[in-house]
């Protein structure tokens, strides 16, 4: 059984950090990209990050280039999103998402979904 479970999520100041955590199990990251979403209320979800089978980093949310970082530990079977400078407009739940084959911004295309983890930064 595919499972995804977030963590990390909190609440923090403008221009503070933090790392969100996403715990695979039930496949092997050599199969299934793993991308970051969020959805801020009111508000579609957005693609934010995804990292392919092969570790390339690709970033969809032009706000967030610079300042947030994709990583992966396969030993650990965890995708890392590590934050920075955060802004008010960073507030959302984020989700980790899987799929096969390749990395995609577009939500729908992802069958496994984590339960997400709220970030919400006070300016």
């Known amino acids: 059984e595919v499972q995804l479970v977030e963590s990390g999520g909190g609440l923090v100041q403008a221009g503070g950090s933090l790392r969100l955590s996403c715990a695979a199990s039930?496949?092997?990251?050599?199969?299934?990209?793993i991308a970051w979403f969020r959805q801020a209320p009111g508000k579609e979800r957005e693609g934010v990050s995804c990292?392919?089978?092969?570790?390339?980093?690709?970033y969809y949310a032009d706000s967030v280039k610079g300042r947030f970082t994709i990583s992966s530990d396969n030993a650990k079977n965890t995708i890392y999103l590590q934050m920075n400078n955060l802004k008010a407009e960073d507030t959302a739940v984020y989700y980790c998402?899987?799929?096969?084959?390749?990395?995609?911004?577009?939500?729908?295309?992802?069958?496994?979904w984590g339960q997400g983890t709220q970030v919400t930064v006070s300016s």
């Open positions: 990292i392919t089978t092969s570790g390339t980093k690709l």
């Open positions: 998402a899987a799929k096969q084959y390749s990395c995609t911004g577009y939500d729908r295309l992802y069958p496994y």
């Open positions: 039930g496949f092997s990251f050599d199969d299934y990209p």
